[in-house]
């Protein structure tokens, strides 16, 4: 099963370009649920901007709307800060304990160690976790695991590839520019 089939069926789903690829959005009544890298055209179902005779609800709809025009000011460089409902129905426990206080506590432009995170939530012994609540991050770029590095200052891993998690952090002005 891919991460599309794990979506509620009253999602809204829709592919977006962006400078690091095309970004599959879903969305719920409640909130953006999901954002993924490297989607394929037919991530969102036939025609790539919402399947064709699904039932998406309108709100969903409107999360994607509103979550598709941040992101574009994100990547000009206009946005700092996502202001996005979120659903967070595909994460809980330990890892959406770690991705709340992610999203809440790291901004723009700043990087946080793994373990940084594992002592904000009162487990200091859990940066190995931590790592693999960034790995299930269901909103990358939103909740941003990007900005989240190894204590030693290497980049760790990213679900996206790490010339992504790059490029988004010379965006934020965190690393030069990659050279190619």
Known sequence: MNA???????????????PIGPLLLAATDRGL?????????DAA?????GAAGRDEPAGAVGHTAVAEEQLRAYFAGGLKEFRLELD??????FNRRVLEELAARVPFGSVVSYQFLADRVGEPGAA???G???ASNPLPIVVPCHRVIESDGGLGGFGGGLDTKRSLLALEGVLPEPLF
């Open 4 to 18: 599309t089939d794990a979506l509620a069926p009253r999602t809204a789903r829709r592919v977006v370009d962006s």
């Open 33 to 41: 649920v999901k954002v993924g890298f490297h989607a394929g055209p």
């Open 45 to 49: 179902g036939t025609g790539g901007a």
């Open 88 to 93: 967070w129905s595909l994460s809980d426990g």
């Open 128 to 130: 190995q976790a931590v």
């Open 132 to 134: 693999r609540a960034m």
